[in-house]
């Protein structure tokens, strides 16, 4: 098996420069997005309300009650909710309940290296209804390159 945070960092290399990446042809109200300031918004927005093992990020339309019991929403005006998923399986069950249909559910399980595992994802529709994906990446400590660069979550 392919180490997801290699598999990310091929994705992050093989588009450097781009803001979006439409991985699935087959879905392609699907994106994974590397804009730089959508990647460092949620990179600050996991560390201010993330939990050690939180691996999701969810743009929900509801900030109470049971997670499943909301919608993924737009991300502007959301409730951003931290979410841990241990497995593909509670991973699909989650984005089933939020509202995702099955193709942009195996969409998102095939092409976001490490979801439900060591990399931490965040989810949203934009304003086009485009469900998007983007990893949230942790910087090293006293790194002074400015290449986008994927690590685990600790």
């Known amino acids: 098996m392919t180490d997801?945070?290699?598999q990310l960092n091929a994705i992050i290399g093989a588009h450097q420069g781009q803001d979006e990446v439409v991985p699935d042809a087959s879905q392609p109200g699907f994106r994974i997005s590397l804009n730089p300031q959508n990647l460092e918004l949620w990179r600050?927005?996991?560390k201010q309300i993330a939990g050690e093992d939180t691996n999701l990020l969810?743009?929900?339309l509801s900030s109470t009650g049971p997670l499943e019991d909301t919608?993924?929403?737009w991300v502007v005006g959301a409730a951003i909710r931290p979410a841990s998923v241990r497995s593909q399986d509670d991973c699909r069950l989650?984005?089933?309940a939020l509202g995702l249909n099955s193709g942009l559910?195996?969409?998102v399980l095939l092409n976001c290296?490490?979801?439900a595992g060591k990399v931490t994802w965040a989810l949203y529709f934009e304003r086009h209804g485009h469900l998007v994906a983007t990893p949230v990446l942790h910087q090293e400590q006293d790194s002074g390159?400015?290449?986008?660069q994927a690590t685990a979550s600790t």
């Open 4 to 6: 997801p945070l290699r």
């Open 44 to 46: 600050l927005e996991h």
């Open 58 to 60: 969810l743009a929900c």
């Open 71 to 73: 919608s993924l929403g």
């Open 94 to 96: 989650l984005l089933h």
């Open 105 to 107: 559910v195996n969409s």
């Open 113 to 115: 290296p490490g979801i």
């Open 145 to 148: 390159d400015t290449t986008l």
